[in-house]
Structure formats: structure tokens, C-alpha cells
């Protein structure tokens, strides 16, 4: 099996192609989850605005994943009321979860596989469901990612490993 080259990068807070790479991902979280809307619950069900957080923080570091994670349901909310405001603090919590899982996973083994990435979805979603609980004080709101999130989580999995070792290899 042939092996490619890949970079994986950690930018800090003083460099500027951190706030620039946290923006192009905030544009892309504010996007994919407008195509999502178009299908009824196709943001409850395919979890668009975790993946450009989740590519994000796997390819630059977690720096650049908590901004994304903390810009982009504001923006999006502010924007377009989607994520109604009642639930930007969850999804907030989720999003900085999956930022520090991603950045400390690719930091951590310095490689992208779909284990990886199966490992680090798994683990925002199952201590972010704990957190949601302890936010809500509904167990039934707490597991909705559970309930009808999987093909979101899977498109995190696939499409953000993809996406991280075809697209941004370099």
C-alpha cells in the first residue's frame, strides 16, 4: 500500500493564518448547513455545522478549530436564526469538544485514518450528550445526535478524513 505525505499543522493565536484559516472555515460552516436547510431536518440530521470545525482542527490545530466552533454558530444564529439561539450554547459546547478531540487526536498519533476520526466524532458526541443533559435537563434533547444524527456523524467521519488527506494534504 502507498503511503502519501501528510501535513498536519498546530497555529497559534499570534499568527495571522490562524484567524485567516478560522474564517474560510467559519464560511464553510455558515454554507453547508444553508444546503442542509433545504431538506426538512437536514441540519438536525446531518450535523453540518460541526464540519468544517472538525477539518479545521485536524488539519491547523486546535486554536483554529475552537474559533470555528465558537464563531460559526453565532454567525449562523445571527445570520439566518439557525441554530435557533436556545440551542447556540450546546452546540457551542459541542463544537469546542469536537475542536480540542481533533486538534489533541492529530497532534497526539500525527496521522489522519478513519479510526482516528471515528474515535474523535465518537467522543465529542458521547461527552457533548453529557453536557447537552447537564445544559437542557432533558436526556431525550441530549441524545437527538444519537437518535437521528448518524448520517451526520458519518458524513464527519468519511467526509472529514477525506477531506483532510485528499483536499488538504499538503
Known amino acids: ?3 502519501t505525505t501528510l501535513r498536519l499543522y498546530s497555529f497559534n493565536y499570534t499568527e495571522a493564518r490562524t484567524y485567516l484559516a478560522a474564517l474560510l472555515f467559519v464560511a464553510g460552516n455558515i454554507m453547508l448547513p444553508q444546503i442542509f436547510h433545504l431538506v426538512p431536518k437536514g441540519g438536525m440530521m446531518w450535523l453540518p455545522i460541526y464540519f468544517f470545525t472538525l ?3 485536524y488539519k491547523y490545530g486546535w486554536k483554529v478549530g475552537l474559533l470555528t466552533a465558537l464563531l460559526s ?3 449562523n444564529s445571527l445570520l439566518f436564526g439557525m441554530p435557533a439561539p436556545a440551542v447556540v450554547p450546546a452546540i457551542m ?3 469546542s469538544l ?3 478531540a481533533a486538534g ?9 485514518t478513519l479510526l482516528l476520526f471515528a474515535a474523535v466524532v465518537l467522543a465529542y458526541q458521547a461527552v457533548g450528550t453529557l453536557g447537552e443533559w447537564l ?3 432533558s436526556l431525550q434533547v441530549a441524545l437527538q445526535d444519537f437518535r437521528i444524527g448518524i ?3 458519518l458524513l464527519q467521519i468519511i467526509g472529514g478524513w477525506l477531506v483532510v488527506t485528499r483536499l488538504l494534504r499538503r
Open 1 to 3: 500500500m502507498a503511503t
Open 55 to 57: 477539518v479545521g482542527a
Open 73 to 75: 454558530p453565532v454567525v
Open 93 to 95: 459546547m459541542k463544537s
Open 98 to 100: 469536537l475542536a480540542i
Open 104 to 112: 489533541y487526536a492529530a497532534w497526539r498519533w500525527q496521522k489522519a
Open 135 to 137: 445544559l437542557t435537563g
Open 151 to 153: 448520517p451526520g456523524m
